[in-house]
């Protein structure tokens, strides 16, 4: 009865009525009232009343809301799927589109593309196993954008996000969407603003649904999709963008570069090389954050690569770790350029120590060559410098695989840094953390009690210094702090069986510091006395410990501060 009697008679009405407002008004009500398996049955009356209305009534609207009422349809169960099937709906609403848009040439760009995503959304929920489907509303839609230049008003470009927002939506994976042929050809017609909005939206659903991306074309299919965040537009100055915006979308692609992955070697490298490609075009301002992102990838690999007793590859494989370490030197050294030394010079300690455990000397050597340079070259100011000589003594004391003649060179560089930082107190402490250098657990030929001695009396004489100068210039010679830094110094290698180190030596340093600390001219300062205190304490613990430890402590004599 709604087919053969009610449904041509309210339409005739509609049509004659002429009036734009009323046909608008009168399309919408049929819609909304009468239930969606009627719609589903009558899709051709209804259509084909399309044309017949004032060019001026807005059925692009109209068409929409058809579509989302059967999308809702389709999605309320799996059952009335072949009801859609049957009547052939998906090619009935792609033509009747296509026939209103040519209808309208005017009609504006936001209207084409919202009845292209209100097909594409019913296309997903229709036939979410047909991609061809989807793949031809994208293709159309290129097609009514082609010649239009980018889109800049900021309806379409919402209308757009939309469209390319329902694949990952409908299957939480952005690997079906890269299979869409015409996916990448829609985003070229958006404005930079747009893209990166697209772009963000992408790594989001790649984080929500954890998706792996293992093979190097996949990673290059999805780089090529968010270039918005990877590298500058042309035209687009980077200061526009909110400080705050920016760091969170370099932190966003940092997150993704951790999420690329493959079990092989051959193919992680070819992924790394590939990121690579694509980060060194980012510019100055974006390398700090994607950079180290991956050497971290690219280090895992030669962990995983060191893990494996032989190369299973043979001698002439093309992923080795000495192939990887080639690449992080070219890649870090972008950095250096980018006055980013502090954190190059980090990474290239993060890569010796790497080298260190794959047992490649050169390797090692070539990487703390470079953070030396950085830092004689590139970091002038006196905290960096303080973080980087640390960062130098910690990396290089952990290093086995130097030969004596090169762990002696670049020693004896560390050293000589360490006693020209600019502060006295800052050049004592890392005088004396240099004493770790000549002293390392477990290696026998690492293990020179005298230059570790000599180490420490040079930490004191410059702890001498630092007293005097602030006497000269304050009248009071400050904390008795550094000297009991030194103290713990010295009794760590005593306990650790350094034989340069003596008993009478300890004496010694524990009266002074005790002679110092009833001194008119020493500030007081309670976090020394505590530190000496617990110091003391230490040692009549030690004490207390019996055997051989409590034996080498008994002769030390504590005398407690007044």
């Known amino acids: 009865m709604y087919k053969d009697v009610v449904l041509p008679r309210v339409l005739e009405q509609v049509v004659n009525c002429k009036d734009e407002l009323a046909q608008f008004y009168l399309m919408d009500c049929i819609i909304q009232v009468f239930p969606d ?32 009422r059967l999308s809702n349809y389709a999605a309320s169960s799996a059952d009335v799927l072949p009801e859609f099937l049957q009547v052939e709906a998906f090619s009935k609403l792609s033509n009747a589109i296509g026939k209103v848009i040519e209808a309208q040439p005017d009609m504006p760009t936001v209207g084409v593309v919202t009845l292209y995503s209100s097909l594409l959304t019913f ?17 159309a839609c290129v097609k009514k954008l082609s010649g239009k230049g980018k889109i800049e008003d900021n309806r379409a470009t919402k209308q757009i996000v939309a469209l390319l927002s329902a694949p990952l939506e409908k299957y939480n994976d952005i690997m079906i969407a890269l299979k869409l042929s015409n996916y990448p050809r829609v985003i070229e017609y ?42 500058d537009s042309d035209g687009i100055p980077n200061d526009e963008l909110d400080e705050d915006d920016f760091k969170e979308e370099q932190n966003s692609v940092s997150r ?6 493959n079990d092989d070697p051959e193919e992680m490298f ?41 190369n299973p590859f043979g001698d002439d494989a093309s992923t080795t770790p000495k192939k990887i370490f080639q690449l992080l030197n070219q890649t870090i050294e972008t950095l250096s350029g980018v006055l980013a030394p502090e954190l190059a010079l980090q990474l290239y300690l993060q890569c010796a120590e790497a080298a260190n455990d794959c047992e490649l000397e050169p390797v090692a050597y070539e990487f703390f060559t470079q953070a030396y340079i950085l830092y004689e070259e590139e970091i002038s100011d006196s905290r960096a410098q303080i973080t ?23 020693t004896h560089k560390a050293t000589g840094y360490s006693a020209k930082l600019l502060k006295k107190p800052d050049q004592c402490r890392a005088v004396y953390a240099c004493s770790h250098l000549f002293w390392v657990d477990d290696h026998d030929n690492m293990k020179d009690g005298e230059r570790v001695l000599l180490c420490l009396k040079r930490a004191l004489r410059i702890a001498n210094a630092a007293q005097q100068m602030a006497n000269a210039a304050r009248g009071s010679t400050g904390s008795v702090m550094l000297f009991i830094e030194i103290l713990n110094k010295y009794l760590y290698f005593f306990e650790k069986g350094n034989l340069q180190v003596t008993v009478a030596a300890i004496q010694g340093l524990i009266e002074l510091i005790m002679n110092e600390m009833q001194s008119d001219t020493t500030t007081p300062d309670p976090a020394a006395n505590a530190f000496l205190a617990s110091t003391m304490r230490y040692i009549e613990f030690q004490k207390q410990k019996g055997g051989a430890v409590g034996e080498k402590y008994e002769a030390i004599k504590v005398s407690h501060a007044g």
């Open 190 to 231: 958006v404005d930079i603003r747009t893209t990166k909005v697209m772009a963000t939206v992408i790594i989001q659903s790649i984080m929500k649904n954890g998706t792996r991306i293992s093979t190097s074309e996949k990673v290059e299919a999805l780089f090529e999709l968010i270039k918005g965040l990877i590298k």
């Open 256 to 261: 993704l570069i951790q999420m690329l992955y």
């Open 123 to 139: 296309t997903l929920h229709v036939h979410p196993d047909r991609l061809d489907y989807a793949d031809q509303v994208l293709g």
């Open 270 to 310: 070819k992924i790394i090389d590939t990121v690579r490609k694509h980060i060194l075009t980012g510019g100055p301002k974006r390398l700090p954050f994607t950079v180290p992102p991956l050497v971290f990838s690219s280090l895992k690999l030669v962990r995983q690569l060191q893990g494996q007793e032989e």
């Open 388 to 410: 980087a000589i640390h960062l130098i003594i910690g990396t290089l004391q952990r290093m086995h695989v130097f030969g004596v003649e090169n762990r002696d060179t670049l």
């Open 37 to 68: 398996e009627y719609h589903l049955q009558t899709l051709d009356v209804l259509l084909g009343a399309y044309p017949q209305l004032q060019p001026s009534v807005d059925i692009k609207t109209v068409l929409s809301q058809l579509m989302e």
